[in-house]
């Protein structure tokens, strides 16, 4: 079974801080992905990633930035929290396929900033 | 852009009742489409999944949905739905050969389902 796991659960930081939210596969996928899942908006793409040290942007990527130095890692980071970058994070992983792939989520981190 | 709509935001049913959850993209090229499913409290998984072939899918726990290109939708249905399938829906559609690996997912849809 494909295990997408993410550092943290729950997570409350003060505005401008700076936050790191780490997700790890264990399926040696090529892709990762980074959503925000908010009531009414649905999944929104932040960044995702398709090789290591390879990004691209994805829907909403202002006030975040992305680092995946190794295959099985991705990370998002928030350089200054601010109070509407409260909501819930979902990473992602995905072979690659020819965009036949099912993406495989991990549990999400709620993250509060105050 | 590529965008899904999911025009239901909130169904509730009664047990044993049945179940369509619309859903439409728009992009006129080859689509993967996918439902995914979240149950309280837990993460996100893969209900079903269409690429290629029969328009009409069958998933897990029941579920089937069905492609109809002339009309850009990819209906989730189940014919008797049943207390557990209280969850959220999400549609989502990934154009092929897009030259991307992303989703578009739409917005959606609660569904509560009454004992």
């Known amino acids: 079974d494909v295990k997408v796991t993410q550092s943290s659960r729950y997570l409350v930081k003060r505005t401008g801080e700076k936050v790191f939210l780490e997700c790890v596969q264990d399926?040696?996928?090529?892709?990762m992905f980074w959503y925000r899942q908010d009531p009414g908006l649905g999944l929104r793409l932040i960044y995702f990633?398709?090789?290591?040290?390879?990004?691209e942007k994805g829907d909403i990527p202002e006030g975040y930035s992305v680092s995946r130095e190794k295959k099985e890692r991705f990370s998002l980071i928030l350089e200054s929290a601010s109070t509407n970058q409260t909501s819930m994070y979902l990473c992602?992983?995905?072979?690659?396929?020819?965009?036949?792939?099912?993406?495989?989520f991990g549990p999400g981190t709620r993250l509060l900033v105050l | 852009a590529q965008s899904v709509s999911q025009h239901n935001h909130h169904v509730i049913l009664s047990e044993a009742a049945s179940l369509e959850l619309g859903c439409n993209y728009s992009?006129?090229?080859?689509?993967?489409l996918f439902w995914y499913v979240q149950y309280p409290g837990q993460h996100l998984q893969l209900l079903l999944k269409?690429?290629?072939?029969?328009?009409l899918v069958k998933g897990i726990k029941g579920f089937e949905a069905e492609f109809i290109k002339s009309k850009f939708s990819f209906n989730l249905r189940k014919p008797s739905v049943q207390w557990s399938d209280t969850a959220e829906y999400f549609c989502?559609?990934?154009?092929?050969?897009?030259?991307?690996?992303?989703?578009?997912f739409g917005t959606g849809t609660r569904l509560k389902v009454l004992a």
């Open positions: 992602a992983s995905s072979r690659t396929s020819g965009g036949h792939e099912t993406q495989y």
């Open positions: 399926m040696d996928h090529e892709n």
């Open positions: 990633s398709y090789d290591v040290k390879m990004k």
């Open positions: 992009y006129g090229g080859t689509v993967n």
């Open positions: 269409y690429f290629s072939g029969d328009p």
């Open positions: 989502a559609v990934n154009a092929s050969p897009s030259g991307t690996y992303k989703y578009i």
